[in-house]
């Protein structure tokens, strides 16, 4: 029988669920066609308010007038398809037919209501703002004003001495809001104006206003650019036309442009420049709102000004998630989520078959949310979520249609509550008594026991199981649970409630900081109370630290939790215009939380005058990208003349200042990322300057969006703490949450940089241990860190979020691009760039430079600059010198390596003479070093190319000597020549021609008039390099040379040059000229053979092109040496005259002359060989 009653309530039941199918399908049928709109009208028009529904029928269609039923009469009818009809329309007064309008429509599954629809009548009220008289200079700006309130709005048109204002000159422009501006004014401008509004229901005349035009006086002055009319704060509806006014005055005459705070681009599509800079949008968008800078700017210099205003378009409600239809069994649970945005934020609110609903012990409303706990039969409706703001409603429906069952298991039984953490409890129940079999999953329900309209939260888990931890909860809450078996067709009853307590912990985190100073010598510390869900119990004390930013001795001072003062604090007694650097930590019963990050504060200077103290200051999160900004003045005597704002996201510099007049009060700051920290910064100022600032840091919250069905986890790691180890490591630690599982758990580390974010730069680890070593990040790198647990395929939420900053790294390469450029003879400029580090800060960069000399012995000069400079001078530089420069980049952390050096050479001024001076030198010039000697590529060229002919030089001569020699073997004797021609004698060199007839040669360097005959029947001419000999004698001793080149090495400071020539039986003349070092030319065999080490110098060479002399000897003359050296000369001196015995010699370009009538002669006797 049982069985037979069972199949039996079975087949009912299907039959229940066949009949009410067409029932759950035909409600969704009940929809509006058309919905009413809004209207304007005029006086006694008529009008039809447009509403038509389908649905199953009979569909019935009522209206209402202010949330009230609107009731039918002569005059206001409903028509057969439900619009509403107003034969005429009446204004004024109770029976007025201006409001807001809502149809009605419903059958027998339930009841919608229609959005709402204002019916307008046309208007015009008087001016709100008129023009006034205007007393302006020739070629300077002249405004007028006009502003009226009208519906819809009115048309402004201009009248200049009763007839109207022409507008073909592009000197006069009228604005959309009626503003009137003539630029450059001439003497016909001045009359009398006056603005005519215009709309279909009237039209106004203002009072006239005088414009009167004063000569200008000479010429006009400069002046720097000035902002007469900004931009002011406007509201405008979607679809209509924002005007922003900007005239600005200077001279030169300022340009005038517009840009975003936000760095965002301006519509160019939708905006456009009226006039001479004022701007306006044409069918404004959400997404044109935000602060707008005008700035005006002197052509052709950095001089300007900035103003700014902010635009905010008002857009009517859209819904972002609309509700969904359900099917529920009795005693069950019901959830409808509604969320909808708009400016301004529209407000939700929920109707139940047209009517609004109110909350009781089972039905609550919150966070846009409708629940319903413990359905019953009559929560079987239509539900509507309605979102409304100024600028119109709208609605979105859904349907509960509850299910009746009677085979229903009983409740579970026996639930107990244990509490395991601060923020997790573990639950366990028994099976229900009845029908346990049948249940397929368990629903645990929980919420905070104090407070009303609280939500209510809900975890389905499998029929295998009898327990659950609840995590996530708010530490030192108390909680409320019960739980519910379900079975395929139904639910139970709901289980017996037990409330459970959580533990205390630490705080989560920090408050914010407000920071004011009243004098030079005080900061108030203020700050907001931690909600409980962040401070996760009774907060028992704070803890305030400070130091200046130069000092790192940190002062404390602990103050008590609750208190009349227990959220500010004076700290009295500091230095003024000093940096200070404040935070707090939070404490409970558990412990202390992290400190938070430091906050910077300047005091004030020391100032005789009195300025404005600072406002009081109030912020709001309106939405998650816009922050509401209020304030009021502290008492003072300081006559206020306006405000100052500021407001920029935390970790990044300060941006551009607002300005206000004396009398805002409230701004609203639209446009910010949500979910981010902003500073915003207040002062008023006056005559005297600019006042004390109030500061304060708020957060905006996150954005809304879907949300998820609440499930239960895992909860997360807790007390995570971070330790900076270097600049590229940090140690990471954290706690396991307390749970009595004993199954193996993993964690996650995820870590990234702060500032800016970039998800490419988001790195992981994966870890069983409670510790990680985070490696490999960026020096001087704010990082944020967070963990999360890992179990059996589950996976808690991430941590609270920690921040820590790796240490700065010293400069671990040298500065770029290094160059040296001579400026001056004495002077060079030496530039470079920073070296190629992320995130490198550079203190100051040390600059080294020596000449060779001083290089080589090791001292160098020693110059600093500042890490923003990237230039240097290097003065006093000695002329004839070569300069070694080298540069290396300097922080708190250590010095960083050298640049290579560069070679800056600094030649003599004749030599630089015609020359460019501004060489520069470079890196890109390698610099090689050789024996501790640098050289450059292009001295390295020349010094190969110099070899190179060096070389062939000598294979060329020694080609030559050969030739002679064999020339000599050939030839049975020598002969000197005697016989020269008188013009040779006088001449010092003999003809051309002569030379060739008799086969001698001859050269004769720097040679006088005079000669010396030795007496000895031999015709000998003698110069001050010696005897003139013939071919002959000089092929004999050619390859005496070669012996004797050892013999010619200078002593001391002079160079003696030694010959003997005979013959057998003759008498040998020897001449030895003693000269100095420097004052003579060597032979060209003498600088082949000299010592290793010694070089010719260049300079020699050109100094001997300078006196005309070719600066090179032959082999001849070189010949004049031989190993054969008298025994006993004698000593001769020549008598010549001072004008003939001066030589020109040229050292380093430099011509100086020098006595060489000093001669020595030796003549010795030789025996016949």
């Given at each position: 029988m049982a069985a037979a009653g069972r199949k039996t309530r079975q087949r009912l039941l299907v039959l229940f669920w066949t009949l009410s199918l067409p029932a759950v399908l035909c409600f969704s049928e009940l929809s509006f066609v058309t919905e009413p709109s809004d209207k304007t009208v005029s006086h006694s028009d008529h009008v039809v308010m447009d509403c038509l529904a389908q649905g199953q029928p009979p569909v019935d269609v009522r209206w209402q007038k202010n949330g009230a039923k609107l009731l039918e009469s002569d005059r206001v009818r409903v028509l057969p398809n439900g619009s509403l009809s107003l034969s005429f329309v009446r204004r004024g007064g109770e029976q007025s037919d201006e409001g807001s309008y809502?149809?009605?429509?419903?059958?027998?599954?339930?009841?919608?209501l229609s959005q709402r629809a204002r019916l307008t009548i046309s208007s015009i009220s008087s001016f709100v703002t008129q023009p006034s008289p205007v007393v302006v200079t020739e070629g300077s700006v002249a405004r007028f004003a006009c502003g009226v309130t009208a519906n819809p709005p009115a048309i402004i048109t201009w009248e200049f001495n009763q007839r109207a204002l022409p507008l073909e000159t592009?000197?006069?422009?009228?604005?959309?809001?009626?503003?009137?501006?003539?630029?450059?004014?001439?003497p016909e401008d001045a009359g009398v104006y006056c603005c005519i509004a215009t709309n279909i229901a009237s039209r106004l005349r203002s009072r006239e206003a005088t414009l009167t035009v004063n000569p200008a006086s000479g010429a006009k002055p400069l002046m720097k650019p000035q902002i007469i009319a900004g931009p002011q704060n406007i509201s405008t509806s979607l679809h209509q036309t924002a005007v922003l006014e900007c005239v600005a005055e200077g001279n030169p005459r300022p340009l005038v442009s517009w840009s975003r705070a936000d760095s965002k681009p301006i519509d160019v599509f939708g905006a456009r420049v009226l006039g001479s800079g004022n701007l306006v949008i044409s069918s404004v968008k959400a997404q044109h709102s935000g602060i707008y800078l005008c700035r005006a700017t002197t052509p052709r210099t950095r001089n300007y000004t900035v103003a700014a205003a902010n635009l905010t378009v008002l857009v009517p409600p859209s819904l972002v998630e609309k509700p969904e239809s359900q099917t529920r069994p009795r005693a069950g649970t019901a959830r409808f989520s509604c969320q909808a945005e708009g400016m301004p934020s529209p407000r939700i609110s929920w109707l139940k078959n047209g009517a609004a609903i109110h909350s009781n012990g089972r039905i609550k409303m919150y966070n846009s949310k409708l629940v319903i706990t413990q359905i019953i039969p009559e929560d079987d409706a239509i539900y509507q979520c309605q979102a409304e703001n100024s600028q119109g409603s709208v609605l979105s429906m859904a349907r509960l249609i509850v299910v009746m069952s009677e085979d229903r298991p009983s409740a579970p039984r026996s639930v107990h509550a244990e509490t395991i953490s601060s923020s997790a409890i573990l639950l366990a129940w028994e099976r229900p008594q009845y029908n346990a079999e049948k249940v397929i999953a368990y629903s645990v329900h929980y919420m905070k026991a104090e407070g009303l309209n609280n939500e209510e939260y809900q975890a389905v888990i499998g029929n295998d199981t009898t327990s659950h931890i609840v995590d996530d909860l708010e530490p030192a809450c108390n909680y409320t649970f019960y739980i519910v078996a379900y079975m395929p067709m139904g639910a139970s009853r709901m289980s017996e409630q037990v409330t459970q307590h959580t533990l205390e912990d630490v705080p989560l985190r920090t408050p914010e900081l407000g920071l004011t100073s009243r004098s030079p010598t005080d900061i108030l510390v203020s700050w907001q109370p931690l909600p409980a869900k962040l401070s996760r119990g009774r907060v028992s004390a704070y803890r305030l630290s400070y130091r200046t930013a130069a000092d790192e001795q940190v002062s404390s001072v602990e103050l008590p939790g609750e208190g009349e003062n227990s959220t500010q604090h004076l700290l009295q007694g500091l230095q003024p215009d000093t940096i200070y650097l404040l935070r707090i930590a939070v404490s409970t019963r558990i412990g202390w939380s992290q400190p938070s990050a430091w906050s910077s504060h300047r005091t004030p200077k020391t100032s005789s005058s009195t300025v404005p103290p600072a406002p009081n200051l109030e912020l709001e999160p309106l939405n998650c990208t816009s922050i509401t900004v209020r304030w009021h003045p502290a008492p003072s005597d300081a006559i206020i003349q306006g405000y100052k704002l500021l407001c920029y996201p935390d970790g990044q510099t300060e941006g551009s200042t607002i300005q206000f007049h004396p009398q805002d009060y409230q701004y609203t700051i639209a446009g910010l990322d949500p979910r981010r920290k902003y500073h915003v910064k207040l002062l008023a100022f006056s005559s005297h300057g600019d006042g004390y600032q109030a500061h304060q840091i708020v957060s905006t919250p996150g954005c809304p969006s879907a949300p998820n069905r609440r499930l239960a986890t895992l909860p997360a790691p807790d007390h995570v703490h971070g330790q900076t180890n270097s600049s590229s490591v940090v140690m990471l630690s954290w706690g396991r949450p307390a749970f009595s599982s004993g199954k193996p758990v993993s964690y996650s580390i995820r870590y990234g940089p702060v500032a800016p974010y970039n998800a490419s730069a988001v790195r992981y680890l994966q870890t069983t241990e409670q510790t990680v070593m985070v490696q490999g990040l960026r020096s001087n790198t704010r990082y944020e860190f967070v963990v999360r647990l890992h179990m059996d395929q589950m996976s808690s939420p991430w941590s609270s979020p920690i921040y820590q900053r790796t240490l700065l790294e010293a400069p671990s390469s040298p500065p770029l691009a290094v160059r040296v450029t001579l400026i001056e003879d004495d002077t060079a400029l030496v530039s470079w760039r920073q070296p190629e580090q992320t995130n490198l800060v550079v203190t100051h960069y040390t600059i080294l430079y020596a000449s060779q000399r001083a290089w080589l012995a090791g001292e160098w000069q020693v110059l600093q600059r500042e890490g923003s400079n990237t230039m240097a001078l290097l003065e006093k530089l000695e002329s004839g010198n070569v300069y070694m420069v080298k540069i290396s980049a300097s922080n708190q952390a250590g010095d960083g390596p050298f640049s290579n050096m560069v070679e800056l050479p600094i030649l003599r001024g004749k030599i630089q003479q015609g020359k460019n001076p501004r060489h520069t030198y470079s890196q890109t010039e390698t610099t090689v070093f050789t024996d501790g000697l640098p050289f450059d590529e292009k001295s390295m060229t020349g010094i190969i190319i110099g070899v190179c002919i060096a070389l062939a030089c000598i294979i060329i001569c020694i080609f030559i000597l050969i030739t002679k020699s064999k020339t000599r073997r050939k030839s049975s004797s020598s002969k000197m020549i005697g016989r020269i021609n008188g013009e040779v004698m006088h001449n010092g060199v003999p003809p051309a021609n002569q030379q060739q007839a008799e086969n001698a040669e001859v050269l004769v360097p720097i040679m006088g008039n005079h000669f010396i005959d030795a007496k000895g029947g031999t015709p000998l001419m003698i110069n001050r390099s010696g005897p003139i000999i013939s071919s002959s004698q000089?092929?004999?001793?050619?390859?005496?040379?070669?012996?004797?080149?050892?013999?010619?090495?200078?002593?001391?400071?002079?160079?003696?040059?030694?010959?003997?020539?005979?013959?057998?039986?003759?008498?040998?003349?020897?001449?030895?000229?003693?000269?100095?070092?420097?004052?003579?030319?060597?032979?060209?065999?003498?600088?082949?053979?000299?010592?290793?080490?010694?070089?010719?110098?260049?300079?020699?060479?050109?100094?001997s092109r300078d006196t005309g002399d070719s600066g090179n000897f032959s082999h001849d003359e070189a010949e004049t040496s031989s190993p054969n050296i008298c025994q006993q000369p004698f000593v001769c001196e020549d008598k010549r005259g001072p004008s003939e015995n001066v030589a020109t010699v040229n050292h380093g370009g430099i011509s100086k002359r020098e006595d060489t009538s000093s001669c020595v002669l030796n003549v010795c006797a030789h025996a016949s060989v």
């Open positions: 809502q149809c009605l429509a419903h059958n027998k599954y339930g009841a919608i592009e000197r006069i422009t009228v604005l959309p809001n009626g503003v009137l501006q003539i630029h450059e004014v001439k000089n092929k004999a001793r050619k390859w005496n040379i070669f012996s004797s080149a050892e013999k010619r090495i200078p002593k001391k400071n002079q160079a003696v040059e030694r010959g003997c020539f005979y013959e057998v039986g003759k008498t040998v003349l020897q001449y030895e000229e003693e000269q100095a070092v420097a004052s003579l030319q060597p032979s060209s065999l003498q600088n082949f053979y000299r010592p290793l080490g010694e070089s010719e110098s260049s300079q020699t060479s050109e100094g």
